[in-house]
């Protein structure tokens, strides 16, 4: 398996060739991506080739329309990790720039899906909109397959209880602070990553030290405390978050603050990644330090029960 990163006019080593492709943007990778690219997989067995999947370096719209720029669900790296646990062989990412834009769906079908890749058989899902200004349909790709002696498959909506599954129905789930019904959609639990930085320190001195991290690339989810596993150094600890600001001690700053139960060491200048498991409150002030303690006691507990472990 390999992820190649290629500006439009570029053809990617030979393995990448000869089988199923499929495109978009594919951030989060939830349930619909997932069921996309076992598509895929289906048809590459069918050509005997790699399952392939395109995707972009930068989303389509941002480059089209400058300031629309949100934080991703999933940095390209964690993308194109999933996408392969899905089942794709091999991922391309796009360079996204004006040139890949300016292609009619008719041109970038034949540089880049026909020539560049040598696709035998296209995926795509019902919803498939492609080239110049969008203007490339399912039914602009199937008689592009058809002309060139390619296979196509279009994949009906994936739902999930009784609503279409959607990257931007994640991104309301987590915003809206509801983590277990993004889980859902995800099939997995949702998780950020950044560096562990220097805080106020306040944590240490009433009993509930916290890894403040910064240079988080994905979204946060909404305001609020949250039942977590911290992973260090890839091992999953119990924890508490706390996402938002820090009204008891007066600051406005939105950050996010994680307390590992029972750990002990020095995580500063370490990547940190946290899984965000179920939200246990919302963020709001205390009547100072002794009344934030024992609300702090209790959060913990409420986190160990949720993450069914003892608490130290």
């Not at 987590?174 to 859902?184: F, I, K, S, T």
């Not at 999953?236 to 938002?244: E, R």
Request: charged content about 20%.
């Amino acid at each position: 398996m390999a992820t190649a990163h290629l500006d439009w006019s570029e053809y990617p080593p030979p393995e990448f060739t000869g089988g199923a492709v499929t495109v978009g943007n594919f951030d989060g990778v939830h349930r619909g991506h997932q069921a996309l690219v076992a598509a895929a997989r289906e048809q590459a067995d069918r050509v005997r080739g790699p399952a392939v999947v395109v995707t972009f370096g930068t989303p389509p719209h941002q480059v089209l329309h400058p300031g629309s720029e949100r934080p991703p669900l999933t940095t390209i790296a964690r993308r194109a990790e999933l996408l392969h646990a899905a089942g794709a062989d091999h991922v391309v990412v796009l360079r996204t720039g004006p040139a890949l834009l300016a292609l009619s769906p008719e041109a970038f079908f034949e540089d880049v899906i026909a020539r560049q890749l040598g696709a035998r058989a296209v995926v795509e899902g019902y919803d498939f909109r492609f080239g110049r200004g969008r203007a490339g349909t399912n039914e602009t790709l199937r008689a592009l397959c058809a002309g060139a002696g390619l296979a196509f498959a279009e994949l009906a909506q994936v739902a999930f209880a009784g609503e279409p599954v959607s990257s931007s129905r994640v991104r309301g789930a987590l915003v809206g602070g509801d983590v277990a019904r993004a889980a859902e959609l995800l099939a997995r639990p949702y998780r950020i990553a950044g560096t562990v930085v220097t805080g106020a320190r306040r944590g240490r001195t009433i009993g509930f030290p916290t890894a403040n991290l910064g240079d988080v690339a994905t979204l946060l989810p909404g305001n609020g405390v949250y039942a977590v596993r911290a992973l260090v150094n890839g091992v999953p600890h119990p924890a508490a978050a706390n996402v938002g600001p820090n009204p008891t001690f007066g600051e406005d700053a939105r950050k996010i603050e994680v307390h590992l139960i029972g750990f002990a060491g020095d995580l500063y200048g370490q990547e940190l990644t946290v899984e965000f498991v179920s939200r246990l409150r919302e963020t709001r002030p205390f009547g100072g330090a002794a009344e934030l303690v024992e609300q702090l006691k209790r959060d913990i507990e409420h986190a160990t029960r949720v993450l069914g472990v003892s608490q130290p």
